[in-house]
């Protein structure tokens, strides 16, 4: 039972459940179902970028500029719903998902290729990319009376009583799960980030396995921008801009380690949620939604004091364990 309570998983369902319960001490209405169901779906979006920077972070990488390939994925959906309205949604989330790995294969070419560092790489493109969205829409803003319904429907509407939007979460959330425990590529991830050196004499190309990692999450970055600019009917320059501190602090809080090589699907998901509860919650009790990011800031300091310390007691134990052998 004590290992358990161990798992970080664990100690996060276990938060979530009593910041819950506070919350429903003062407003009751917040625990109903309609109400949880409305938290994981405003979370959607989150949860699937936080799982495209999981798959960078695994590989002790970084990618800040996950919300301006958002916008820019959004952005080229948008505009193209408003040139050619006759265009199948199927086709502008198609484009929505190239433009979002396209912009994650130059973050890994320059990663892998040139061998610069993914901060530096992703700090330039984020910048970029947000100057790319200046150039092609003009500055000007796309909004709802622009887009077609079927365009905006996508996220909105309801299948088997659940949104389209939470849906489409669950099943990103299983891909990766299915990926990253059966796959080759996902095992790699995870080699890559543990220790590079080693993961060489295993054959795996350390470099291709970061590209991969970065197209991974610019496609989903991708998706998430098709969704975010459906559901709230709006394009411009400055969406979602600073949504990169929360991606990777959804992450951080999940127990996926900033060295690398450490975390889980399960463990992303439930650092956004506790995000996402956060972010829910600050409105129903009377708190400044200015204080989320003072809050997003000091939970993510806190979690990678929490993750090093305990990545230097695994690390006791295996020395100690080497001691005992000797």
């Excluded at 790699?188 to 050196?197: D, E, I, R, T």
């Excluded at 295993?202 to 998430?224: C, E």
């Excluded at 090589?261 to 956060?278: E, K, Q, R």
Aim: aromatic letters at 8%; a positive charge.
């Amino acid at each position: 039972m004590t290992s358990i309570l161990k798992q970080r998983e664990v100690q996060l369902v276990l938060v979530i459940l009593v910041m819950i319960a506070l919350i429903a001490l003062r407003f009751p209405s917040f625990v109903t179902a309609d109400s949880l169901g409305n938290v994981f779906n405003d979370t959607s979006i989150l949860i699937i970028l936080a799982l495209g920077q999981m798959t960078v972070i695994l590989t002790k990488c970084v990618d800040l500029s996950t919300a301006a390939t958002l916008a820019l994925s959004g952005m080229v959906a948008a505009m193209l719903n408003s040139l050619h309205p006759d265009l199948p949604v199927i086709v502008l989330i198609a484009v929505a998902l190239l433009t979002g790995a396209i912009a994650g294969a130059i973050n890994g070419l320059m990663v892998w290729k040139l061998d610069m560092p993914p901060i530096v790489v992703t700090l330039g493109t984020m910048t970029i990319y947000r100057g790319i969205i200046f150039l092609i829409s003009g500055g000007k803003w796309i909004n709802a009376h622009e887009m077609t319904d079927a365009f905006k429907a996508v996220p909105r509407d309801d299948f088997l009583g659940f949104p389209v939007l939470s849906w489409l979460a669950l099943v990103v959330i299983a891909i990766m799960a299915v990926a990253l425990k059966r796959l080759a590529t996902g095992r790699a991830f995870y080699a890559v980030g543990g220790n590079p050196h080693a993961a060489v004499y295993t054959g795996i190309d350390v470099g291709k396995t970061r590209f991969i990692a970065f197209v991974i999450s610019g496609t989903l970055s991708g998706l998430a921008g098709y969704l975010w600019i459906a559901r709230y009917a709006v394009a411009y320059v400055d969406i979602a801009l600073g949504f990169e501190l929360d991606v990777v602090a959804a992450c951080v809080i999940g127990g996926i380690s900033i060295a690398g090589g450490i975390g889980s699907v399960y463990g992303a998901v439930l650092g956004s949620l506790f995000l996402g509860t956060i972010k829910n919650a600050l409105p129903v009790i009377n708190i400044s939604p200015f204080w989320q990011l003072a809050i997003s800031g000091t939970v993510i300091i806190l979690a990678v004091a929490f993750n090093a310390r305990a990545e230097r007691r695994k690390g006791r134990v295996i020395l100690k364990k080497a001691e005992v052998a000797a």
